[in-house]
């Protein structure tokens, strides 16, 4: 379902000040302030935590730790709501006047048969069932809200009054709390770290900010402007500690948190939802409608006035006024006819069946619709606004080049590695010496392969990291490369085989933590073999080449690292970071003297050297580097493609995401957003430049793709806001807690199914079942068809519904007895246009669906040229049913066919046209005749032969309405083309539609005769 938006999050301050919330009140930055400061402000030492009197002072300013519980909308608001719609407040009014004109006739003739009521109450069944199903989808709105309190920290850990308390709900924890975090644990609040007792402390906190690795976080404090994703002394509710352990102090509780805002900006969406553009023009064309009918009911009632109000002229001027109220009621029945004639019944319940089947075709190509409306929205779609991490790039870090040492010391070679995912067999390293490894490729392998953390493991047909991502590239990369020949010790020939092996014949004994000074991690390994100690060592290559003296050479032979050396390697550094590779280097070194003896046993003098951090460095070096590779998470391979299809079909994709800028832009250079050469210094922003651009509008009007890095919560939305203000209809792609309000606000949230919060999916319209941006595309395309076959039925049961009107305003006109009766009208828009129209939902795509631009928001659905059509139809069907039944009355035959065979009595048309006066009429009499195995007599009321008798005209009448209204259907297989170019056999359950209306008009009639 669409959203509106077009005043959301005016009221917000969208400037860069962290230090204001948006409710305009001070939030002290503990970011930018030292721990003393931080302690000082909240009133706690570190040491010793709050006191119990202490706790509940906070807990009386700040509350509980929990997110606000909105109350929805009450049920009979819902229900309320599914009437505010023009053709539904038509229909009840004809509902209410029929069904008190059928109590009236009932009480007046002293008999209330139900078939009086049949009329009112099927159209109150339709309007119920209605209400039904529109509650029903808009009472799932609040469950993005509950999904967000799922990933909210239960427990915590808290030092209070000197004790530490295990397992203290994570609800009572106020700010100035202090809470210690370890491995694994989910943060419970906004938090600043005061201590670190660990090396180092890295926390996942992509789903919260879109950065795609974890980040290491410090207690320096950083600038008070700085964005989410600087802000590295801070850790954020939800978020969860993937190494390390420290203490932090809160800052911020429940509503108070990153995440109580990601909150209130999905509760403020959920607020202003706004119509589908199909909707909208439906409401539009409701509203015209209603004008229509009122002038026809006005014409009717001016142009039969006679009947009901007569009056004589004396001396000039209208006396002896006759009013006829059983003439008067008549005509409001005439009026409710009109109103059912006029509003296609059907066409709710067609809707919701084309739009089922659209869903289950899109389910076929792994896109999972939640609510129905979303898929004739994607058809409209004119920005893509979509997330990088995940959604155009695999969310899987992958090696893409590997650079190893040469010959001469000078001299570097260079491997490109193919693949994107976990999967080792998924590509193969280019120009590979399979089997014949020399010296210094079989050390970058082993270092890869034990000086590593991660683990990769199989899910189904996915292949899922366990540890950093970096990490678990490094050991695919490994079983690339293999193993050399000659090693004897077990084969590659399993999962992760070769990384088995090189971890078999290099045992682990200790390892150096990776600490943000050093930026590297080391492992000392003692060989099966020679029982000797090793140090492996991978890190950032600068880093390493500091603490580098040597360097290993392709025959494994150890030179001096000299300046040659030393610049080769950083020419390949510069090359590989400027495509946007993280890099990370490998060395290594024999001679450990201290280490010599030692086996992992803490009471080896060596041990003490490894409980200080501080000594890693010194132990770290006169290494010996061996080479680096370029990771990086890799585009999509399917996406490329994807981008070009949405720029022939006419729709801006736009890149937003929280990495950093060099990143984003190479991913899009090689996606094809940006040209491989393309000047974008004007169309790549980070979300805080935009914040700041003079008129962001007009930025968002540029031609092409777009891209904005280190994007906020707050950003998203705000480029969401601005591009449906400017008429644009916005599809936005994302998978983590931050992208909810923007998925609530755009016109079509789109959520991952495999990397994807409950968050993001519940705040969607629509979930990517494989995460590939080429889906959403794919989507498009089926969203346009789905849309174009509802046009068509539209125009099907639109133009046949002006054919009714035309015939009950030609009765009225000519002043001739009712051809039609509203329950018959109904019979006809409910069952037998009904399997037609549906049946036009299975209209095979255009060839060239997505060669066309999307159509705009406010092209009408009904033009000018096609009312006229409709207009032209709409006269000879009228022309057509009530020719027929004047027909009968008047003639013996029609076209050679004998209509006298059943004894009816001919009327001329001067009599037939004014049977009101029958009862005035000398003479009058009619023949019985028979109509199927009933036979109709009028001995002692004649008059009664245009009343009761009309029976068969009216099934005449009946039959040929609904013959031309089948051929009508054909007519709708194409808004432009003829039968030749679109015969009826392109749609073979239109066919079969026709013959099935045909067989339910045949009962019908029989029913009505």
């Known amino acids: 379902m669409g959203k509106g938006g077009q005043d959301y999050g005016k009221g917000e301050d969208l400037g860069t000040n962290s230090s204001i919330s948006s409710s305009g009140v001070d939030v002290f930055p503990a970011w930018a302030k030292d721990v003393n400061e931080c302690e000082e402000k909240y009133q706690v030492n570190r040491e010793f935590g709050l006191s119990a009197d202490g706790v509940e002072k906070k807990r009386q300013i700040y509350g509980w730790n929990e997110l606000d519980k909105h109350e929805g909308p009450s049920i009979l608001k819902l229900i309320l709501d599914q009437f505010n719609d023009t053709l539904v407040r038509i229909l009840l009014a004809a509902a209410v006047i029929s069904f008190v004109l059928a109590w009236y006739d009932g009480d007046e003739g002293g008999e209330m048969e139900i078939t009086a009521f049949v009329e009112p109450l099927v159209i109150f069944l339709i309007l119920i069932v209605n209400a039904i199903v529109g509650v029903w989808q808009e009472n799932n709105a609040e469950k993005a809200l509950e999904a967000l309190k799922e990933i909210q920290s239960q427990q915590a850990t808290v030092l209070r009054d000197g004790r530490k308390i295990t397992n203290l709900p994570a609800r009572e924890l106020v700010p100035g709390d202090i809470v210690e975090l370890r491995v694994g644990d989910k943060v419970p609040a906004d938090m600043r770290v005061v201590t670190l007792i660990s090396s180092t402390l890295r926390v996942e906190q992509g789903s919260l900010t879109g950065e795609s690795e974890a980040v290491s976080k410090t207690t320096k404090p950083v600038p008070e402007d700085t964005d989410i994703q600087g802000k590295k002394c801070m850790v954020f509710a939800g978020t969860t500690v993937v190494n390390g352990n420290c203490f932090c102090l809160v800052t911020q509780t429940g509503m108070g948190t990153e995440i109580g805002k990601v909150h209130s900006q999905i509760h403020e969406a959920s607020q202003s939802e706004d119509d589908t553009p199909l909707k909208k023009k439906l409401n539009e064309f409701g509203e015209a409608l209603t004008a229509i009918i009122g002038v026809i009911c006005l014409l009717v009632w001016l142009i039969n006035l006679k009947y009901f109000l007569t009056w004589e002229y004396v001396n000039g001027w209208p006396t002896n006024f006759k009013f006829s109220f059983e003439k008067c009621t008549y005509y ?32 076929q190509k792994n896109a999972l619709v939640r609510k129905l409306p979303s898929v004739e929205t994607l058809g409209c779609t004119t920005v893509i606004c979509s997330d990088k991490t995940g959604t155009l790039t695999t969310n899987q870090m992958a090696v893409a080049k590997l650079v190893a040492m040469g010959s001469r010391p000078s001299a570097v070679r260079t491997f490109d590695v193919d693949g994107t995912t976990y999967n080792p067999l998924d590509g193969k390293i280019q120009d590979w010496p399979v089997g014949r490894m020399d010296a210094n490729l079989q050390m970058i392998a082993k270092i890869g392969a034990v000086c590593n953390d991660a683990s990769v493991e199989q899910s189904g047909n996915h ?20 193993l050399p020949d000659g090693l004897d010790f077990g084969t590659c020939s399993g999962f992760l085989g070769c990384c088995q092996t090189w971890s078999k014949l290099e045992r682990r004994i200790a390892t150096l933590e990776f600490d943000r000074d050093r930026k590297s991690m080391g492992v000392i390994v003692s060989s099966s073999s020679s029982g000797g100690k090793s140090l492996l060592v991978k890190g950032a290559v600068e880093n390493l080449l500091e603490r580098s003296s040597f360097v290993q050479l392709l025959d494994g032979s150890i030179v001096e690292l000299d300046q040659s050396s030393r610049d080769a390697i950083l020419e ?16 290594y070194k024999d001679n450990l003297v201290e280490f010599a003896t030692y086996n992992g046993d803490e009471d080896h003098p060596a041990h003490q050297l490894l409980l200080n951090p501080s ?15 370029g990771l990086r998470d890799p585009p999509r391979k399917e996406v490329r493609q994807a981008i070009e299809d949405c720029r022939a079909a006419g729709i801006r994709v736009m890149v937003i995401t929280g990495d950093n800028k060099n990143t984003a832009e190479a991913i899009c250079r090689e996606i094809g957003v940006f040209g491989p050469d393309e000047d974008i210094s004007s169309r790549s922003l980070t979300g805080r430049d935009f914040m700041d651009h003079s008129d962001p509008k007009s930025h968002l009007r540029q031609t092409g793709g777009l891209l904005f890095s280190r994007a906020e919560p707050r950003h998203k939305q705000e480029i969401v806001r601005f591009l449906k203000e400017d008429g644009e209809v916005v599809a936005m792609t994302g998978d983590g807690v931050n992208d909810a309000p923007a998925l609530k606000l755009a016109d079509i949230g789109i959520a991952m199914g495999i990397a994807g919060t409950e968050v993001a999916k519940e705040a969607s319209d629509m979930v990517l079942a494989d995460d590939n941006f080429s889906t959403i595309v794919a989507a498009v395309g089926e969203g346009r068809s789905i849309y174009n076959n509802m046009k068509a039925f539209i125009r099907y049961m639109i133009s046949s519904n002006i054919g009714e009107v035309a015939c009950i305003f030609f009765t ?8 039609l009766i509203p329950v018959q ?31 705009r928001s406010d092209d009408s659905l009904i033009s000018p040229w096609i009312l006229f059509r409709y207009l032209v139809i709409g006269m000879y069907v009228g022309i057509a049913t009530v020719g027929i039944f004047i027909i009968w ?19 001329t048309y001067t009599q037939l046209a004014n049977w009101g006066q029958c009862r005035s009429w000398e003479g009058f009499h009619v023949s019985p005749f028979k109509a199927g195995s009933q036979e109709f007599r009028f001995d002692d009321n004649p008059c009664d032969y245009f009343q ?3 029976v068969k005209a009216m099934t005449l009448s009946l039959s040929v309405l609904v013959a031309i209204e089948m051929f009508n259907s054909l007519n709708a297989l194409s808004e432009d083309g003829s039968l030749l170019t679109m015969p009826p056999w392109v749609n073979p359950y239109l066919l079969v539609a026709i013959c099935a209306s045909g067989y339910f008009d045949r009962r019908g009639s029989q029913a009505c005769g």
């Not at 029945?333 to 899109?362: D, N, Q, S, W």
């Not at 550094?573 to 490998?586: E, I, N, V």
């Not at 019979?827 to 037609?836: A, E, H, K, Q, S």
């Open 332 to 363: 409001f029945e005439i009026a409710v006819a009109l109103a059912v004639a006029a509003i296609p019944e059907g066409l709710p319940a067609v809707i919701t069946t084309c739009l089922a089947l659209g869903t289950r075709k899109m389910a």
């Open 463 to 482: 292949f899922v990291a366990s540890g950093l991502p970096t990490e678990a590239a490094l050991k695919v990369m490994v079983e690339k490369m293999g």
């Open 572 to 587: 390949s550094l510069q090359k590989m970071s400027s495509s946007a590779l993280r890099c990370l280097g490998f060395a």
């Open 615 to 629: 000594n890693y460095s010194s132990i770290e070096s006169n290494l010996i580097f061996v080479g680096f590779a």
């Open 812 to 819: 009225a006109a000519l002043g001739i007895p009712e051809g």
């Open 825 to 855: 009208l109904l019979w006809v828009n409910l069952v037998t246009d009904g399997p037609p129209a549906t049946a036009l939902g299975f209209n095979p795509p255009d060839k060239d669906v997505m060669k066309k631009p999307p159509r």
């Open 889 to 907: 009355y008047t003639h013996h035959s029609f076209l050679g066919i004998d209509l006298s065979g059943d004894g009816h009595s001919l009327v």
């Open 948 to 950: 009761t008798g009309k």
